[in-house]
């Protein structure tokens, strides 16, 4: 009995195929007579079947586009450049393996301006998110509870981020990545349904020149265009904001000020 | 390879957008952290480690202990309260109760706790190396045989348990 008991872990080893050949043959030689050891054998390898035919979740296409632009800024950052350039080969070849599991091929690009590309990843975001609106919905009741989460988790200020009103309510609050880092996006529906982002990440690393910036009431944020939207990119307590949405620049201002303001 | 990162992260977290998240972050720090990728090791593994840490650390963070933590728990007899379903999602009964009703393997597999089904993730459902999940793990490959002898062992009682309670709800139909 306690042979057959220690037959167990052969058994174990036997299933994943790690058992010398002299063993597997005494083994199989025992389980011909052993009614007890080839049941043991048997709930093994029916156990086996049932963890294969666990379903092989794919990556959503979104979520591919958002860890491939995490890839993107990050070798398009100019920290990476600055790197020797033996250093800079291994993370190019790092970064290069990292995204073969997501079917992207990636041009090697020359260095941006981080408000360009924070301009240009946002919009990119609010174009991802405006072609599946039809999931805000059921996102809308649980964005309170996210935004409180999310400030918790990564520090950033979402939790006294603009709420929403009659006119702009908040829909969603996801998670997406601005920069290289990782960024609270909220996502508000103004009445004529259309959809406003506003994605807010750590910033203190991130600079805005004055010569760039535009006066809009007593705020001096960047206003900047990449179509279909208008963005306006500003800074507030270490945090960098970049709303994006298809207004006008007037209409687009007006956003911009009941979110700036909306705390003082 | 990004699918296996999030298949293992839907194994360890409970909701899609969690999901999300940890793999975002994990492909952040693991660009942050590429002087550490060792070329001639795997990069999958190099990705799990730093997927798991980096929910290890949510957990720490949340107030959530990780039961099982590597080292001394690991000689404990498989047949004490050990068999106890993970605690991460705060609600131990729940989850076997849950588990109870459904009956499959995938609720079982949720019962188990977390280092023990990381490596029946790795080893049985996508088919790593041993020497791969051990790698990603952070522990020797006699630790990793150890951990998924228990864990068959746990899930197959499990499915046991969960046998009974099927049967008795098809006779109430």
Same mark, same amino acid.
């Given at each position: 009995?306690?042979?057959?008991?220690?037959?167990?872990?052969?058994?174990?080893?036997?299933?994943?195929?790690?058992?010398?050949?002299?063993?597997?043959?005494?083994?199989?030689?025992?389980?011909?007579?052993?009614?007890?050891?080839?049941?043991?054998?048997?709930?093994?390898?029916?156990? %086996? /079947? +049932? !963890?294969?035919?666990?379903?092989?979740? =794919? &990556?959503?296409?979104d979520?591919?586009a958002r *860890?491939?632009d995490? #890839?993107?800024?990050?070798?398009?950052?100019?920290?990476?450049?600055?790197?020797? %350039? /033996? +250093? !800079?080969?291994?993370?190019?070849?790092? =970064? &290069?393996?990292?995204?073969?599991?997501?079917? *992207?091929?990636?041009? #090697?690009?020359?260095?941006?301006?981080?408000?360009?590309l924070a301009a240009r990843q946002a919009v990119a975001e609010h174009q991802r998110i405006d072609a599946q609106r039809?999931l805000l919905?059921?996102?809308?009741?649980?964005?309170? #509870?996210?935004?409180?989460?999310?400030?918790?988790?990564?520090?950033?200020?979402?939790?006294?981020?603009?709420?929403?009103?009659?006119?702009l309510?908040?829909v969603s609050v996801r998670t997406g990545s601005v920069?290289?880092?990782?960024s609270a996006t909220l996502v508000y529906m103004d009445?004529?349904a259309r959809l406003v982002t506003l994605d807010i990440l750590?910033?203190?690393?991130?600079?805005?020149?004055?010569?760039?910036?535009?006066?809009?009431?007593?705020?001096?944020?960047?206003?900047t265009r990449v179509e279909p939207c208008g963005v306006v990119l500003?800074?507030?307590?270490?945090?960098?904001y970049v709303l994006a949405a298809p207004l006008?620049?007037?209409?687009l201002?007006?956003v911009?000020?009941?979110v700036?303001?909306?705390?003082? | 390879?990004?699918?296996?990162?999030?298949?293992?992260?839907?194994?360890?977290?409970?909701?899609?957008?969690?999901?999300?998240?940890?793999?975002?972050?994990?492909?952040?720090?693991?660009?942050?952290?590429?002087?550490?990728?060792?070329?001639?090791?795997?990069?999958?593994?190099?990705?799990?480690?730093?997927?798991?840490?980096?929910?290890?650390?949510?957990?720490?963070?949340?107030?959530?202990?990780?039961?099982?933590?590597?080292?001394?728990?690991?000689?404990?007899?498989?047949?004490?309260?050990?068999?106890?379903?993970?605690?991460?999602?705060?609600?131990?009964?729940?989850?076997?109760?849950?588990?109870?009703?459904?009956?499959?393997?995938?609720?079982?597999?949720?019962?188990?706790?977390?280092?023990?089904?990381?490596?029946?993730?790795?080893?049985?459902?996508?088919?790593?190396?041993?020497?791969?999940?051990?790698?990603?793990?952070?522990?020797?490959?006699?630790?990793?045989?150890?951990?998924?002898?228990?864990?068959?062992?746990?899930?197959?009682?499990?499915?046991?348990?969960?046998?009974?309670?099927?049967?008795?709800?098809?006779?109430?139909?």
């Amino acid at each position: 009995m306690s042979a057959c008991a220690d037959n167990n872990l052969r058994i174990a080893l036997l299933v994943h195929g790690k058992l010398d050949p002299a063993e597997e043959a005494q083994l199989r030689a025992h389980l011909t007579g052993c009614a007890g050891c080839a049941g043991e054998l048997g709930a093994e390898e029916q156990l %086996s /079947r +049932r !963890l294969d035919e666990l379903p092989r979740l =794919a &990556a959503p296409d979104d979520l591919r586009a958002r *860890v491939r632009d995490i #890839l993107r800024a990050r070798r398009g950052s100019s920290s990476l450049l600055r790197m020797a %350039s /033996r +250093r !800079l080969l291994a993370a190019g070849a790092i =970064a &290069a393996m990292l995204i073969v599991g997501t079917a *992207v091929v990636l041009r #090697l690009r020359s260095p941006r301006d981080p408000l360009t590309l924070a301009a240009r990843q946002a919009v990119a975001e609010h174009q991802r998110i405006d072609a599946q609106r039809g999931l805000l919905s059921g996102e809308t009741a649980g964005a309170p #509870l996210r935004l409180r989460e999310l400030a918790q988790r990564y520090g950033l200020p979402t939790a006294t981020a603009f709420p929403g009103d009659a006119d702009l309510q908040l829909v969603s609050v996801r998670t997406g990545s601005v920069l290289g880092k990782v960024s609270a996006t909220l996502v508000y529906m103004d009445k004529q349904a259309r959809l406003v982002t506003l994605d807010i990440l750590p910033g203190k690393d991130v600079q805005i020149p004055p010569d760039r910036t535009r006066k809009v009431q007593q705020f001096r944020p960047v206003l900047t265009r990449v179509e279909p939207c208008g963005v306006v990119l500003w800074k507030q307590e270490g945090s960098l904001y970049v709303l994006a949405a298809p207004l006008d620049d007037q209409d687009l201002a007006g956003v911009f000020v009941k979110v700036r303001t909306h705390r003082t | 390879m990004l699918d296996g990162t999030y298949r293992l992260a839907r194994w360890l977290v409970p909701t899609e957008s969690e999901a999300r998240d940890l793999v975002q972050e994990t492909y952040l720090r693991a660009l942050e952290a590429r002087k550490t990728f060792r070329p001639e090791g795997s990069m999958r593994a190099w990705l799990a480690s730093i997927l798991r840490n980096r929910f290890v650390d949510h957990c720490r963070r949340g107030g959530h202990e990780v039961l099982w933590p590597d080292g001394a728990d690991e000689s404990r007899a498989l047949d004490s309260k050990e068999d106890a379903p993970a605690s991460f999602f705060g609600d131990d009964e729940l989850a076997r109760l849950t588990a109870l009703v459904r009956g499959d393997i995938s609720r079982a597999l949720q019962a188990l706790p977390e280092n023990h089904r990381t490596v029946v993730l790795l080893c049985d459902v996508e088919h790593w190396r041993w020497e791969e999940a051990a790698d990603a793990l952070h522990v020797p490959i006699g630790t990793v045989q150890s951990r998924l002898f228990r864990a068959r062992r746990a899930l197959r009682r499990l499915l046991s348990e969960y046998a009974p309670e099927e049967a008795s709800l098809e006779r109430v139909r």
